[in-house]
């Protein structure tokens, strides 16, 4: 593709662009009041030396949300969270959190990266989000 380490950065650039076409399409959806979107990268300690993280942020009324996330990692090998996480209050549970990914080479990367954000993007496809306002004691009622 071009110089060392470009198709690491393309990966992550596409990634970025999958999670904003989410934001996107949550942005139109009546049930959510707000949706945010990060991306943080930043050196840390060993073993994780550099840390990535892109979320995507629904917040419904009175205050839950559901949260995309997806952190990378990357030390000797690469490594991959992903999950997706039902917020409220100072309590969450995650909807669905996938097995970490993880990859020895820079080919490798790109395709654990791109397998964990269609996962992280299939589960928006799949809920119900508005199903999460009725698990609140008196958020059905006022809807």
Request: hydrophobic share 40%; glycine share 6%; proline share 6%.
């Amino acid at each position: 593709m071009g110089a060392p380490g470009s198709e690491a950065l393309h990966a992550v650039a596409v990634a970025n662009k999958r999670l904003l076409d989410l934001y996107g399409r949550l942005m139109r959806n009546p049930v959510i009041k707000e949706v945010h979107h990060e991306l943080d990268c930043r050196p840390t300690e060993p073993p994780n030396g550099i840390m990535l993280t892109i979320a995507v942020d629904a917040e419904l009324p009175h205050g839950p949300g559901l949260v995309w996330d997806l952190d990378v990692w990357w030390h000797t090998d690469w490594g991959i969270d992903s999950s997706v996480r039902f917020v409220y209050g100072e309590d969450d549970e995650y909807v669905r959190r996938f097995p970490t990914r993880r990859a020895t080479t820079v080919e490798d990367f790109v395709a654990e990266l791109e397998r964990a954000v269609e996962d992280l993007v299939a589960v928006a496809a799949e809920s119900d989000i508005a199903s999460y306002l009725d698990r609140l004691p008196g958020a059905a009622s006022e809807r």
